[in-house]
């Protein structure tokens, strides 16, 4: 049995703000460590519970967080940031199930350091599901047929994954105050409940259900400024809405319409503000 455990950062106990989540900023390497024990603390629930195979996706910025010397033993790992399917790269069919940790909640809505993607994304829409990160690579995992299990991360995080995802485990390790304020458990106190709650997550495997993409879905992100839409929609496939920041693309199936929303994003970034 196989597991695959998509590690993001924003969400991970203790981490209020960018200082956390930047590698030039003086709080990172604390942050790696913390991102790190509590991926082990994943991988060591999951190993009880009888799963052979833990494969671990770096899904933060650059994709380099986690600290390979100090990952469980027993897990393999996917690090560096040019991944074809970036958090979700390598799923497929063979995996029992999907867990995603350290998550945040998507752009516009509560909770700490929330985004999607990058900060020029005000919506993200797979036909009229309105979605973050976290949606979008739910429904690249329920291409395969795979639930995602359990998510952790903030409050918010949480909240947005049990309204799109009946049945799936969560794991609130931090509660948001403000976007760049939390109330936390401690550490160790965290490590504890995320082992308890991926036990629990692989014993409900069976009543939790994938996502299912549509067939032909249409892919809009609504960016911040018209200059980023502009830029998006040098995409071949993209087209402007008129008369708003929103960039449309009608993909094949939704691997196309994950791999268009990476390009698009990547070409927003150009854009300036003045």
Known sequence: MKLFLSVDMEGITGLPDYTFVESNKHNYER???IMTQEA???????LSKGIKEVLVNDSHSKMNNLLVEELHPDASLITGDFKPYSMVHALDETYLGAVFAGYHSRAGQPGVMSHSMIFGVRNMYINEVVVGELGLNAFVAGYYGVPVIMVAGDDGACREAEDLLPGVVTAV??????????????????QALLRE???????KRDQIMPLTPPEKPVLRIEFVNYGQAEWAALMPGCEIIKDTTVVEFKAKDILEAYRAMLVMVELALQAKFC
């Open 173 to 190: 390790v931090k509660e948001s105050i403000s976007r760049s304020a939390v109330k936390t458990l401690h550490p160790l106190k965290s």
């Open 197 to 203: 709650k991926i036990v629990e997550a692989i014993e």
């Open 40 to 46: 082990n603390a994943i991988v060591e629930g999951a």
């Open 31 to 33: 942050a790696r460590r």
